[in-house]
């Protein structure tokens, strides 16, 4: 940053006397510098003269973590873990001092009617009398004309926060973040005034079912929809909602869904995650009215291979399927439809008595296991390349599973004359119309390697350095990053 504020503050010509041209700009453009900056290095600024430390002091990003005063400040009880008296202590102090910034900044920005563009407060309820004090920001905040709202809140077992109602009648609006907090029953659709909102993101919130309905649909400008780990409802129902394009809904751990249907026509994006292993994925209702839907995301369910075949088909754009912790029920050979005079095609192939259907094209696949302990990968590329015929090929790189990976790219090496044929009376098997695999972005390959038996023992032997190395890397950091290996087909 440095260097950039040196080359710009330097005299255009000889002769000519050095401008601070960069503090001569407008306030707006100099919080928009701002914005691309972490929280700490836009502080940062205000060292550079008095001109910076307004500009800091009216920067419309107010981010509130009390990460900033102490990493302990996220313990809800320090007491129970057995720290001493004096850390209990410094850590009092600490949010103190947490609460009196967030106090300050708030109040200033009221008494001098500054506008918010955005308003983070992530902070751990360590008692109840907290809440009061939560409350009174939230008064503040409501009359700032915040346009980007993020409260996470972290809250003792079974508690949450209750949302004052003025907050939920902000017009002001467009992204919505709530964690921690409960929506009460008493709020009906009345209540959201939220005319500019297009994202709201819930997690970890406490909504019935009623609530969670006369949201959604209050919100006629709603693009983009999460809800994570939320209590309170067991099925979600969207229906002719005309601006939704995203939904993303993952059933809290401990309620067992009962039902998603959504039956929205320009949905573009449904990603679906639970952990109830007695639920089917044909038992979660995607209506074909989706026809715009591009990507699709399924995880932690059964399938039954006939419903995923049927539901593929009925979206004709579909340009991203991703399956993950996925129990397939049967063996799939995945097709594309063609219906004749209205029937239903059956899903075996063997049934098609020698007819070829043509292939679902896809821009990218991607395949994720979790945990896998032997299988037949021949077998299982067939059930894949059937009629799936991928552009790009993801394979997530995953420590204790790396023969999953070399499972999978064995399978795929091309043979000249393939003699793993899957072919069945006069449908052609995949293999015979895949022309090549190259490798796109895998560490210490050059792009567009061809995977040939060659590379195959060199991938495998990187494969099995990178497992060690992912191990120790866990071990020692608890974080592993993720990395993929990447391969385009030619068909």
Same mark, same amino acid.
């Given at each position: 940053?440095?260097?950039?504020?040196g080359?710009?503050n330097?005299?255009?010509?000889?002769?000519? /006397?050095? #401008?601070?041209r960069?503090?001569e700009l407008?306030?707006?453009?100099l919080?928009?510098i701002?914005?691309?900056?972490s929280t !700490?290095?836009?502080? =940062?600024?205000?060292?550079?003269?008095?001109?910076?430390?307004?500009?800091?002091?009216?920067?419309?990003? @107010?981010?509130?973590?009390?990460?900033?005063?102490?990493r &302990?400040?996220?313990?809800?009880n320090?007491?129970e873990?057995?720290?001493? !008296?004096?850390?209990r202590?410094k850590?009092?102090? =600490?949010?103190?001092k947490?609460?009196?910034?967030v106090d300050?900044?708030?109040q200033?920005?009221?008494?001098?009617?500054?506008? #918010?563009?955005?308003?983070l407060?992530?902070?751990?309820?360590?008692?109840n009398?907290?809440?009061?004090r939560?409350d009174?920001w939230?008064?503040?905040?409501?009359?700032l004309?915040?346009?980007?709202?993020?409260?996470y809140?972290? #809250?003792?077992?079974?508690?949450?926060? +209750?949302?004052?109602?003025?907050?939920?009648?902000?017009?002001?609006?467009?992204?919505?973040?709530?964690?921690?907090?409960?929506l009460?029953?008493?709020f009906?659709?009345?209540?959201?005034?939220?005319?500019?909102?297009?994202e709201?993101h819930?997690?970890?919130?406490?909504? $019935?079912?009623?609530?969670i309905?006369?949201?959604?649909?209050?919100?006629?400008?709603l693009?983009?929809l999460?809800? %994570? *780990?939320?209590l309170?409802?067991?099925k979600?129902e969207?229906? $002719?909602?005309?601006t939704?394009r %995203?939904?993303?809904?993952?059933p809290?751990k401990?309620?067992?869904?009962?039902?998603?249907?959504?039956?929205?026509?320009?949905?573009e &994006?449904?990603?679906?995650?639970?952990v109830d292993?007695?639920?089917?994925?044909?038992?979660?209702?995607?209506?074909?009215a989706?026809?715009?839907?591009?990507?699709?995301?399924?995880?932690?369910?059964?399938?039954?291979?006939?419903?995923?075949?049927s539901?593929i088909s009925?979206?004709?754009? @579909?340009?991203h399927?991703?399956?993950?912790?996925? +129990?397939?029920?049967?063996?799939?050979k995945?097709?594309s439809?063609?219906?004749?005079?209205?029937?239903?095609?059956?899903?075996n192939?063997?049934e098609?008595?020698?007819?070829?259907?043509?292939?679902?094209?896809?821009?990218?696949?991607?395949?994720?296991?979790?945990t896998?302990?032997?299988?037949?990968? +021949?077998?299982l590329?067939?059930?894949?390349?059937?009629?799936?015929?991928?552009?790009?090929?993801?394979?997530?790189?995953?420590?204790? /599973?790396?023969?999953?990976?070399?499972?999978?790219?064995?399978?795929?090496?091309?043979e000249?004359?393939?003699?793993?044929?899957?072919? =069945?009376?006069?449908i052609?098997c995949?293999r015979?119309?895949?022309k090549?695999v190259k490798?796109i *972005?895998v560490?210490?390959?050059e792009?567009?390697?061809?995977?040939d038996? !060659?590379t195959?023992? *060199?991938?495998? *032997?990187f494969? $099995?350095?990178?497992?060690?190395?992912?191990q120790r890397? #866990?071990?020692?950091?608890g +974080?592993?990053?993720?990395?993929?290996?990447?391969?385009?087909? /030619?068909?």
């Open positions: 940053m440095g260097d950039s504020f080359s710009l330097r005299d255009m010509g000889e002769g000519t /006397s050095s #401008v601070d960069i503090s407008p306030d707006f453009i919080h928009q701002l914005s691309y900056l !700490k290095e836009a502080a =940062q600024t205000g060292l550079i003269s008095k001109r910076w430390q307004y500009v800091c002091k009216t920067f419309p990003i @107010l981010d509130c973590h009390e990460w900033f005063f102490g &302990e400040l996220d313990i809800l320090p007491k873990l057995g720290m001493p !008296k004096d850390e202590r850590i009092f102090n =600490q949010r103190v947490f609460m009196s910034y300050e900044k708030l200033r920005f009221h008494e001098e009617n500054l506008c #918010v563009k955005k308003f407060l992530h902070i751990t309820l360590v008692s009398n907290l809440a009061s939560v009174s939230m008064e503040l905040v409501t009359d004309r915040v346009q980007e709202l993020d409260i809140l972290t #809250v003792g077992r079974e508690r949450f926060y +209750v949302l004052p109602m003025k907050v939920l009648a902000m017009e002001s609006l467009t992204i919505l973040n709530l964690r921690g907090c409960l009460s029953s008493s009906n659709r009345d209540t959201f005034k939220f005319s500019s909102l297009i709201l819930l997690r970890d919130v406490f909504i $019935d079912e009623a609530t309905q006369d949201l959604i649909y209050s919100i006629h400008s693009e983009v999460t809800l %994570k *780990n939320c309170g409802f067991e979600l969207i229906y $002719d909602h005309d939704l %995203k939904l993303v809904y993952h809290h401990g309620v067992k869904a009962k039902k998603l249907s959504v039956k929205v026509l320009n949905l &994006e449904l990603d679906f995650c639970s292993k007695d639920k089917t994925a044909s038992e979660i209702i995607i209506d074909s989706c026809r715009n839907l591009k990507r699709l995301s399924l995880s932690g369910i059964p399938i039954d291979a006939k419903w995923l075949q539901t009925s979206f004709p754009l @579909l340009e399927l991703f399956l993950g912790g996925c +129990v397939l029920q049967v063996v799939m995945l097709s439809p063609v219906l004749k005079e209205g029937e239903e095609m059956p899903f192939a063997e098609y008595n020698g007819i070829q259907f043509p292939p679902l094209e896809l821009n990218s696949m991607k395949l994720v296991t979790h896998w302990t032997s299988a037949n990968y +021949v077998a590329s067939d059930g894949l390349f059937w009629s799936l015929r991928p552009e790009i090929l993801s394979l997530e790189l995953n420590y204790y /599973s790396p023969e999953f990976l070399k499972g999978m790219l064995k399978s795929l090496v091309v000249e004359e393939p003699n793993r044929c899957c072919s =069945q009376k006069n052609k995949w015979h119309s895949l090549d490798l *972005n560490k210490g390959f792009s567009n390697t061809l995977l038996s !060659k195959l023992s *060199n991938l495998t *032997n494969l $099995d350095d990178w497992a060690i190395d992912a890397t #866990v071990k020692s950091y +974080v592993l990053t993720g990395e993929t290996l990447s391969f385009r087909f /030619s068909w």
